[in-house]
């Protein structure tokens, strides 16, 4: 059971070019959520899947783009990178329902933009 | 939006000793869940402890107790005995009941453990 996993681990990327992040749960959780942290700025929502099948925006969408693969699956996308989007991701899951309280997350991904 | 505020970007504690980390939010919601979260210099996001606001009775394990107070909107973090394994980022986070799926974290607590 490794929980939440994310790759990569570290990335550095130029201005404009493109990546995918990748985060995968083997919880069985219905909810999964990107968040980005970025000093003095706590963690904030960038997009959330509250079931397969479905997306939301968050906090701070712009720029960016995910996909809810399958149940598993919840990837995060940058078209086209900017210096701004340097900061450390991080994906999360939750059961999901009345009673489920707490995300889990991810070892998170250091993007570097230059 | 809810906003979750920490106003004290860095602490320090020695080690054995007590500390408390501050938390205000702004709601205008009843039914709420608030959180604190650990990162230790791993980044690993830990969940510390939980509050459900409709529980009256401050929530506590071991070391670690809160201090929520409805009325002034305030969740503090208190640590007991602290150890050196405490020293991490501690981060306050709020979950609306009725839009359940987005949490809300505030800036994060620096804490320093002094031997």
């Known amino acids: 059971n490794a929980g939440v996993t994310q790759t990569p681990k570290f990335q550095v990327l130029k201005t404009g070019q493109s990546m995918t992040l990748q985060c995968a749960q083997d919880m069985n959780h219905n909810s999964m959520y990107w968040y980005r942290q970025d000093p003095g700025m706590g963690l904030r929502l960038i997009y959330y899947s509250a079931s397969e099948g479905t997306t939301d925006k968050g906090e701070v969408p712009n720029g960016y783009n995910v996909s809810r693969l399958n149940k598993r699956e919840f990837s995060l996308r940058l078209e086209s990178a900017a210096p701004s989007q340097t900061s450390v991701y991080f994906c999360?899951?939750?059961?999901?329902?009345?009673?489920?309280?707490?995300?889990?997350f991810g070892p998170g991904t250091r993007l570097t933009v230059t | 939006a809810q906003t979750v505020t920490q106003s004290q970007p860095e602490m320090s504690v020695q080690e054995a000793e007590t500390v408390t980390l501050s938390c205000t939010y702004d709601?205008?919601?009843?039914?709420?869940?608030l959180f604190w979260y650990k990162q230790p210099p791993s980044r690993q996001m830990i969940l510390v402890i939980r509050?459900?606001?409709?529980?009256?009775q401050n929530a506590t394990e071991n070391r670690f107790s809160v201090n929520f107070q409805k009325a002034a909107k305030s969740f503090s973090l208190k640590i007991s005995d602290s150890q050196l394994g405490d020293a991490a980022m501690y981060f306050c986070a709020y979950r609306s009941e009725n839009t359940g799926n987005q949490f809300y974290f505030g800036t994060g607590t620096s804490l320093t453990v002094i031997p």
């Open positions: 999360a899951s939750r059961l999901g329902g009345f009673d489920s309280y707490e995300q889990y």
């Open positions: 709601t205008s919601e009843s039914d709420y869940y």
């Open positions: 509050q459900e606001a409709y529980k009256q």
